[in-house]
């Protein structure tokens, strides 16, 4: 599994720097580096995958009623999708009842379908692999833009998406089998042939 440290390394050697030991925070490209590490993981995460979206259970404040919604989530919906509308949405740390116009929420429990921010370090390693090289080529873009190290780190990058969309439709087909029973159910499924129908994501924008 890669580290921080092995992302800042590499786009360290896009420039031609010597490898880092240990993330060393004065030097000149690391502060920036982390910075695209990051902002990659949380671009990648944002679109919710197999592995990091969950059902969770909230229940409001004793005292004010209100959900505290935690800062490793990214975004929140309704897990009862019989509802014609939804009720809740997410505003800054809590959750926002729309039909009432107030963060007063009155059901309890409440039951979200999340998307949580995993650390990078504890990502599937094919998410881990592509987040590195959407780091690593705005990095590259920010710094060298070397039109042939960008094309290369494109490709790579791009290889890396099909790849990591293939492995979530696996996953999410392999969890709807486990989870449902056989008979009628499967006949609800529609064939995805050929590439995943996730969006792209731009990778030309510094």
């Given at each position: 599994?890669?580290?921080?440290?092995?992302?800042?390394?590499?786009?360290?050697?896009?420039?031609?720097?010597?490898?880092?030991?240990?993330?060393?925070?004065?030097?000149?490209?690391?502060?920036?580096g982390?910075?695209?590490?990051?902002?990659?993981?949380?671009?990648?995460?944002?679109?919710?995958?197999?592995?990091?979206?969950?059902?969770?259970?909230?229940?409001?404040?004793?005292?004010?009623?209100?959900?505290?919604?935690?800062s490793?989530?990214?975004?929140?919906?309704?897990?009862?999708?019989?509802?014609?509308?939804?009720?809740?949405?997410?505003?800054?740390?809590?959750?926002?009842?729309?039909?009432?116009?107030?963060?007063?929420?009155?059901?309890?429990?409440?039951?979200?379908?999340?998307?949580?921010?995993?650390?990078f370090?504890?990502?599937?390693?094919?998410?881990?692999?592509?987040?590195a090289?959407?780091?690593?080529?705005?990095?590259?873009?920010?710094?060298?833009a070397?039109?042939?190290?960008?094309?290369?780190?494109?490709?790579?990058?791009?290889?890396?998406?099909?790849?990591?969309?293939?492995?979530?439709?696996?996953?999410v087909?392999?969890?709807?089998?486990?989870?449902?029973?056989?008979?009628?159910?499967?006949?609800?499924?529609?064939?995805?042939?050929?590439?995943?129908?996730?969006?792209?994501?731009?990778?030309?924008?510094?």
């Amino acid at each position: 599994m890669a580290t921080e440290l092995d992302v800042i390394n590499e786009m360290l050697g896009t420039m031609g720097e010597a490898p880092l030991n240990q993330l060393d925070e004065d030097h000149p490209f690391v502060a920036a580096g982390r910075r695209f590490l990051d902002t990659a993981n949380r671009r990648l995460q944002a679109k919710g995958w197999w592995f990091n979206k969950e059902l969770l259970k909230f229940v409001p404040d004793a005292s004010s009623s209100f959900v505290y919604i935690p800062s490793d989530i990214m975004s929140v919906r309704e897990s009862d999708v019989r509802r014609c509308r939804f009720r809740y949405i997410q505003r800054g740390d809590r959750l926002y009842d729309l039909s009432n116009s107030t963060f007063e929420i009155t059901e309890n429990p409440v039951y979200l379908d999340v998307v949580r921010l995993i650390p990078f370090d504890e990502l599937d390693h094919l998410a881990q692999n592509a987040v590195a090289l959407q780091a690593v080529l705005r990095f590259q873009l920010h710094y060298d833009a070397d039109p042939q190290k960008t094309e290369n780190l494109k490709q790579e990058f791009a290889d890396a998406w099909i790849t990591l969309n293939a492995e979530h439709t696996r996953q999410v087909k392999a969890n709807f089998i486990h989870n449902t029973s056989v008979g009628g159910k499967l006949a609800l499924v529609s064939p995805m042939g050929g590439r995943s129908r996730l969006p792209y994501p731009g990778i030309g924008v510094r």
